[in-house]
C-alpha cells in the first residue's frame, strides 16, 4: 500500500494524531498548501499547481521543491491535479490534510465529494484539519478508532438505507435517512464506532480535537 498526503490550502492544526497519520506517507503540496509544511516538519516530493497563491517567502529548503507548473485558466483545481499526481505515482490511500475550512467553500465542498469518488475507485481517503476528520461511507461496514465522547456526524449525499450506528449514545439499526436530513448530525462516541450502509453515499464527519469555542 503506497500513502500520499496531499497539503491543500484549508485550515490546519498539527496533533499527535495528524502527524502519527502522514508520517509514512509520501508528500505532494498543491499550491498555498505548501505553507503547511513548515508546521508539519516535512519535505514535499512535489509542488502542484498555477501559483497564483504561492507564498514567496519560504525557506529554501521548501523552495527547492520541484514544481509542476499548470496555467490558472485550468479545468481542475490544484488540489485535484495534486491527487492526479500522487495517484500516478502509485498512490493507493490518500491523505487530504487541510481540506476543511479556508477562504473558499466550493473548494472545502468538492474535497468532501472527490473523496467520494475516490473511495468508489478504491482508492481510500481521509479528510483532515487535525481539528475535524471526514471520510467517505460507502456500501458495507467501518470501523473508527474514536475516543469516547468524540463528536461525529454522517452527512447523506444520497437516500441511505440500511444505516446502522453502533458504539454511539445514540445508536441506529436497519435505519432509511433522506438525503438532507438533520436526523444524523451531533451523535457522540461511546465505545467501538461501526457504521454500515447497505445503499447510498455518505461521509462521517468527526472532531477528535475540537477548535476552541466549539
Same mark, same amino acid.
Given at each position: 500500500?503506497?500513502?500520499?498526503?496531499?497539503?491543500?490550502?484549508? /485550515?490546519?492544526?498539527?496533533?499527535?494524531?495528524?502527524?502519527?497519520?502522514i508520517?509514512?506517507?509520501?508528500?505532494?503540496?498543491? !499550491?498555498?498548501?505548501?505553507?503547511?509544511?513548515?508546521?508539519?516538519?516535512?519535505?514535499?516530493?512535489?509542488?502542484?499547481? /498555477?501559483?497564483?497563491?504561492?507564498?514567496?517567502?519560504?525557506?529554501? !529548503?521548501?523552495?527547492?521543491?520541484?514544481?509542476?507548473?499548470?496555467?490558472?485558466?485550468?479545468?481542475?483545481?490544484?488540489?485535484?491535479?495534486?491527487?492526479?499526481?500522487?495517484?500516478?505515482?502509485?498512490?493507493?490511500?490518500?491523505?487530504?490534510?487541510?481540506?476543511?475550512?479556508g477562504?473558499?467553500a466550493?473548494?472545502?465542498?468538492?474535497?468532501?465529494?472527490m473523496?467520494?469518488?475516490?473511495?468508489?475507485?478504491?482508492?481510500?481517503?481521509?479528510?483532515?484539519?487535525?481539528?475535524?476528520?471526514?471520510?467517505?461511507?460507502?456500501?458495507?461496514?467501518?470501523?473508527?478508532?474514536?475516543? /469516547?465522547?468524540?463528536?461525529?456526524?454522517?452527512?447523506?449525499? !444520497?437516500?441511505?438505507?440500511?444505516?446502522?450506528?453502533?458504539?454511539?449514545?445514540?445508536?441506529?439499526?436497519?435505519?432509511?435517512?433522506?438525503?438532507g436530513?438533520?436526523?444524523?448530525?451531533?451523535?457522540?462516541?461511546?465505545?467501538?464506532?461501526?457504521?454500515?450502509?447497505?445503499?447510498?453515499?455518505?461521509m462521517?464527519?468527526?472532531?477528535?480535537?475540537?477548535?476552541?469555542?466549539?
Amino acid at each position: 500500500m503506497s500513502l500520499f498526503t496531499i497539503l491543500l490550502g484549508g /485550515d490546519l492544526t498539527v496533533t499527535e494524531r495528524l502527524l502519527g497519520q502522514i508520517s509514512a506517507s509520501r508528500i505532494i503540496a498543491a !499550491d498555498a498548501g505548501i505553507n503547511h509544511a513548515v508546521a508539519l516538519g516535512v519535505i514535499p516530493e512535489l509542488w502542484v499547481g /498555477d501559483f497564483d497563491s504561492a507564498p514567496s517567502n519560504l525557506p529554501a !529548503d521548501l523552495a527547492a521543491v520541484p514544481r509542476e507548473r499548470f496555467p490558472a485558466a485550468k479545468n481542475e483545481t490544484d488540489g485535484e491535479l495534486a491527487v492526479a499526481a500522487a495517484i500516478s505515482r502509485g498512490a493507493t490511500s490518500l491523505i487530504l490534510a487541510g481540506a476543511f475550512g479556508g477562504p473558499r467553500a466550493d473548494h472545502a465542498f468538492l474535497h468532501l465529494t472527490m473523496a467520494i469518488r475516490l473511495a468508489e475507485q478504491g482508492i481510500p481517503a481521509l479528510l483532515t484539519s487535525g481539528a475535524q476528520e471526514g471520510v467517505p461511507l460507502l456500501q458495507g461496514p467501518a470501523r473508527f478508532d474514536y475516543a /469516547d465522547g468524540v463528536i461525529f456526524s454522517v452527512i447523506a449525499f !444520497d437516500d441511505l438505507t440500511g444505516l446502522t450506528v453502533a458504539g454511539a449514545r445514540w445508536p441506529l439499526a436497519d435505519f432509511s435517512l433522506r438525503f438532507g436530513s438533520s436526523r444524523t448530525i451531533s451523535n457522540e462516541v461511546l465505545g467501538v464506532l461501526t457504521i454500515s450502509l447497505m445503499s447510498g453515499r455518505a461521509m462521517l464527519i468527526a472532531h477528535p480535537f475540537p477548535v476552541p469555542g466549539f
